[in-house]
Antibody
Framework: EVQLVESGGGLVQPGGSLRLSCAAS????????MSWVRQAPGKGLEWVAN????????YYVDSVKGRFTISRDNAKNSEYLQMNSLRVEDTAVYYC?????????????WGQGTLVTVSS | EIVLTQSPGTLSLSPGERATLSCRAS???????LAWYQQKPGQAPRLLIY???SRATGIPDRFSGSGSGTDFTLTIRRLEPEDFAVYYC?????????FGQGTKVEIK
């Protein structure tokens, strides 16, 4: 059974940093692109970033470029999202999702999400 | 960036009725790389349809997708109580992948 479990969310002040983790199981993690998708309270879904199987390609939505960094550790079956210079508008539930950018496959598995709240 | 516009914003229907949800793209979505997701309160989205018309694993056949180019439709043939939720379309043709703003299907 495919499972994606996020952790690391919490309350942080504007300008602060947070690192999210996603632990994957039930599939060959190293064979898949992985992504982060977020959802602000009461709002829709927004793709944030994705990373190639070997970490050699990474893409970001414009609003987080230069502030967020996606990474992965295939030995640990995990992906990460380092979030710096956080803004109030980054407040959202962050989902880890599996989707293949190069093979054009959508998000077929999602984690349960972790809430990030940016507030003073 | 491809902008996806969903309509209507809210659909009020009774169980057993047919639901028709629309997703319009600001430019053609190549190879029909369009998906539909269902999201219930407090849950992660669930993939229903991919490649515009293919049902994901385990999805009942009352859900169907159609369309190409810039106009896509999700149809729920006969609404079951568990189908009342928010539905999002999403393209995965070019970066950035974007979502529509969602259609809420609520009980009338």
């Amino acid at each position: 059974e495919v499972q994606l479990v996020e952790s690391g969310g919490g309350l942080v002040q504007p300008g602060g940093s947070l690192r999210l983790s996603c632990a994957a199981s039930g599939f060959t993690f190293s064979s898949y692109w992985m992504s982060w998708v977020r959802q602000a309270p009461g709002k829709g879904l927004e793709w944030v970033a994705n990373i190639k199987q070997d970490g050699s390609e990474k893409y970001y939505v414009d609003s987080v470029k230069g502030r967020f960094t996606i990474s992965r550790d295939n030995a640990k079956n995990s992906e990460y999202l380092q979030m710096n210079s956080l803004r109030v508008e980054d407040t959202a539930v962050y989902y880890c999702a599996r989707g293949d950018y190069s093979k054009r496959r959508p998000f077929d598995y999602w984690g349960q999400g972790t809430l990030v709240t940016v507030s003073s | 960036e491809i902008v996806l516009t969903q309509s209507p914003g809210t659909l009020s229907l009774s169980p057993g009725e047919r639901a028709t949800l629309s997703c319009r793209a600001s430019q053609s979505v190549s190879s029909s790389y369009l998906a539909w997701y269902q999201q219930k309160p407090g849950q992660a989205p669930r993939l229903l349809i991919y490649d515009a018309s293919s049902r994901a694993t385990g999805i009942p056949d009352r859900f169907s997708g159609s369309g190409s180019g810039t106009d896509f439709t999700l149809t729920i043939r006969r609404l079951e109580p568990e189908d009342f939720a928010v539905y999002y379309c999403q393209h995965y043709a070019t970066s950035p992948w974007t979502f529509g703003q969602g259609t809420k299907v609520e009980i009338k």
